[in-house]
């Protein structure tokens, strides 16, 4: 069953209520740059995307939607809802709210102390008939909330909560609610504990779901399924943007193809979104460290004689299926799953990370089967890494890129993929932009951040080491960084 929501209309798209879940993605280009957003706008509608996001860094960018959308106009796209994203300025969201269908705020960043210029955002909203989402990052925490709370799911939890309670009170109710991070663990647990929380306080507020900087290629659509893919399963989110380092219109299929394979799916697992987080929290099996999963095709023949091997041949999600049948099992004996692909491709590695990963990351198998025409190693791999349960290559935590974007950002990310592939287990960010990147690269051990265009701040941990340096030079000085 899907989790009942309220409807959200943002100009001539709504989110919510019993509608279909919405796909959507995000501009990459200078928001100034009208006709470049546009040609982008376009071919995201071609690809079947209605919502679409724009960074407005200043009041500048917010006016220029206004340019965006009559051009859009002429150009016949009429269907298309156009959202503001801002970070930091309250005045910025004001402005931003006179052109946009929707203003994206995050919590983390958001000036403003005493709620006083929320209330004022609100207003504005109101009078302009304009929707609102609270986008909590895991990685752009308020202080406070770090300090009581820290770095955590239920710090998420809180400061979402704190926006929307402010909502209810001005009687604002198009208001959608987001909770992202690039580690799927914290960003399921965190949708879990806020649906928990406004279920608590009778809040329908719909649902925005994404995994942040998941990266590209097949790892970033992997990353992105599976945690997607786990909520989805249990009947939550009512819009989804699956956030790759790739040209906008390469996420919609994507979002497309995981919302399609759940639509109508949705198991009544959720049933409590507590006991969810704490089975994965409880499970021996979820640590990563002590059983991680193994491959089908690693096993001898006398392990697997030993395993339970489930199968599951039916058409639709298998998560589900496989919930039911470990949950029935008793006894020790370790567990595959299989299921056989005929797909191959982005709609193996979408379908067979939906299928997969949910159950991995909830700590309920052993082993992985991916039955497909060819050997699907680097794939059962991929999911066992998106679920955190077997690392066994770097992790790239790289943002999808917008208009603050300061470099090449797809083709930073492959050189950066190709020169550090033997860096198993260390996390590396990179990051477009150095205002927002480096408080949304979260746990990342390095930092490859744009500083100004042409040059490149690099980071271990949260700190800085290299400050401003000619992008030729800061693969090598990353390298070297590294010391591997
Ligand atoms: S890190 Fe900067 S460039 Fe990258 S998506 Fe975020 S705001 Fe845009």
């Known amino acids: 069953m899907r989790r009942e929501s309220c409807e959200v209309r943002l100009g001539p798209a709504a989110i919510g209520g019993g509608l279909p879940v919405a796909v959507q993605t995000m501009t990459s280009v200078d928001t100034n740059d009208t006709a470049a957003c546009v040609e982008q706008i376009v071919r995201v509608r071609q690809a079947g995307g209605r919502i679409v996001r724009l960074t407005t860094q200043g009041v500048r960018e917010?006016?220029?939607?206004?340019?965006?959308?009559?051009?859009?106009?002429?150009?016949?796209?009429?269907?298309?809802?156009?959202?503001?994203?801002?970070?930091?300025?309250?005045?910025?969201?004001?402005?931003?709210a006179e052109h946009a269908d929707k203003v994206r705020i995050n919590p983390g960043n958001y000036r403003d102390a005493e709620g006083s210029r929320l209330r004022g955002l609100i207003k504005k909203c109101m009078e302009r008939d304009v929707a609102l989402r609270i986008g909590v990052n895991h990685g752009s925490l308020a202080p406070q909330i770090v300090e009581r709370y820290?770095?955590?799911?239920?710090?998420?939890?809180?400061?979402a909560m704190e926006f929307l309670r402010v909502c209810r009170s001005e009687g604002f109710d198009r208001v959608v609610v987001s909770m992202k991070s690039s580690n799927v663990r914290v960003m399921t647990a965190a949708?879990?504990?806020?649906?928990?929380?406004?279920?608590?306080?009778?809040?329908?507020?719909?649902?925005h779901l994404g995994v942040t900087e998941a990266g590209n290629a097949m790892?970033?659509?992997?990353?992105?399924?599976?945690?997607?893919?786990?909520?989805?399963?249990?009947?939550?989110?009512?819009?989804?943007?699956?956030?790759?380092?790739?040209?906008?219109?390469?996420e919609i299929p994507v979002a497309q193809r995981l919302v399609d394979y759940f639509a109508g799916a949705a198991s009544s697992h959720c049933g409590s979104a507590g006991e969810a987080v704490h089975s994965a929290a409880v499970n021996p099996r979820a640590d990563g460290q002590k059983h991680p999963p193994r491959l089908y095709s690693e096993l001898s023949p006398?392990?697997?004689?030993?395993?339970?091997?489930?199968?599951?041949?039916?058409?639709?999600?298998?998560?589900?299926?496989?919930?039911?049948?470990?949950?029935?099992?008793?006894?020790?004996?370790?567990?595959?799953?299989?299921?056989?692909?005929?797909?191959?491709?982005?709609?193996?590695?979408?379908?067979?990370?939906?299928?997969?990963g949910p159950l991995f990351l909830d700590g309920l198998a052993d082993g992985i089967w991916i039955d497909a025409a060819r050997n699907e190693d680097a794939l059962a791999l991929a999911i066992l890494q998106a679920a955190r349960v077997r690392?066994?290559?770097?992790?790239?935590?790289?943002?999808?890129?917008?208009?603050?974007?300061?470099?090449?950002?797809?083709?930073?990310?492959?050189?950066?993929?190709?020169?550090?592939?033997?860096?198993?287990g260390l996390k590396i960010a990179v990051m477009g932009c150095i205002v927002n990147g480096p408080g949304e690269m979260a746990d990342a051990d390095y930092g490859y951040v744009g500083a100004a265009p042409g040059h490149v701040t690099l980071y271990r941990g949260r700190e800085v080491v290299r400050r401003n340096i000619p992008q030729e030079e800061a693969i090598d000085a990353l390298l070297e960084l590294t010391g591997r």
């Open 62 to 96: 917010a006016e220029n939607l206004g340019n965006i959308r009559r051009e859009l106009l002429g150009r016949g796209v009429s269907d298309v809802a156009l959202v503001a994203d801002v970070h930091f300025s309250p005045e910025v969201a004001l402005a931003a």
């Open 150 to 159: 820290g770095d955590t799911p239920q710090g998420m939890t809180a400061s």
């Open 191 to 207: 949708y879990r504990l806020l649906v928990a929380a406004m279920d608590a306080e009778g809040m329908r507020y719909p649902l």
């Open 219 to 250: 790892e970033g659509r992997v990353k992105s399924s599976v945690g997607i893919a786990a909520l989805l399963a249990e009947g939550l989110g009512d819009t989804v943007r699956v956030s790759l380092t790739e040209e906008p219109e390469c």
């Open 302 to 356: 006398g392990e697997l004689a030993d395993c339970r091997i489930i199968s599951y041949d039916g058409r639709g999600p298998a998560a589900p299926y496989w919930r039911r049948a470990v949950a029935a099992l008793d006894g020790d004996r370790p567990v595959i799953l299989h299921r056989r692909y005929d797909e191959q491709g982005e709609a193996l590695w979408v379908k067979a990370a939906a299928d997969f």
């Open 391 to 424: 690392i066994s290559a770097p992790e790239y935590i790289a943002c999808p890129g917008c208009g603050r974007t300061l470099f090449d950002l797809q083709g930073t990310l492959e050189s950066i993929k190709q020169r550090t592939g033997h860096l198993k």
